[in-house]
Nanobody, 120 residues
Framework: QVQLVESGGGLVQPGESLRLSCAASGNIFRIDGMGWYRQAPGKQRELVATITNGGTTNHVDSVRGRFTISRDNAKNTVYLQMNSLKPEDTAVYYC??????????????WGQGTQVTVSS
C-alpha cells in the first residue's frame, strides 16, 4: 500500500502565497514522476506542474513564473510553492506519484486533495 497525504491548503487573499506539501509513504521502492493537479468547481481536473526523479520540471502556462514545483527524494515529498495567487487559482489541489512498490509493481497514486481558496 502507498499513501499520499497533502497539506498546506487554505484561504488567502489575491497576491498572497501558499506552499503545498505531499508526502508519500508505505511500501515504496522508487518514486518516478510526481505532479500537482487541480480541479475547480464544475471543471475537469487539470495538470499544474510535474517533476521527474532527476528534478526536471514542467509548469503549465497559467502558473509559470508564479508556481514552483520541487521535491525531496529523501523524504518522498513533493512541494508546490504558489506565489502571486489569483482568484482563478481557487481549486482542490491533488498530488500524483508514479510509484514502484517493493514488490516491483508500478502504479499511479493520488492524494486526497487540499482546498486552496483565493478571495478578498
Amino acid at each position: 500500500q502507498v499513501q499520499l497525504v497533502e497539506s498546506g491548503g487554505g484561504l488567502v487573499q489575491p497576491g498572497e502565497s501558499l506552499r503545498l506539501s505531499c508526502a508519500a509513504s508505505g511500501n515504496i521502492f522508487r518514486i518516478d514522476g510526481m505532479g500537482w493537479y487541480r480541479q475547480a468547481p464544475g471543471k475537469q481536473r487539470e495538470l499544474v506542474a510535474t517533476i521527474t526523479n532527476g528534478g526536471t520540471t514542467n509548469h503549465v502556462d497559467s502558473v509559470r513564473g508564479r508556481f514552483t514545483i520541487s521535491r525531496d527524494n529523501a523524504k518522498n515529498t513533493v512541494y508546490l510553492q504558489m506565489n502571486s495567487l489569483k482568484p482563478e487559482d481557487t481549486a482542490v489541489y491533488y498530488c500524483n506519484a508514479l510509484v514502484t512498490s517493493s514488490s516491483l509493481v508500478r502504479g499511479s497514486y493520488w492524494g486526497q486533495g487540499t482546498q486552496v481558496t483565493v478571495s478578498s
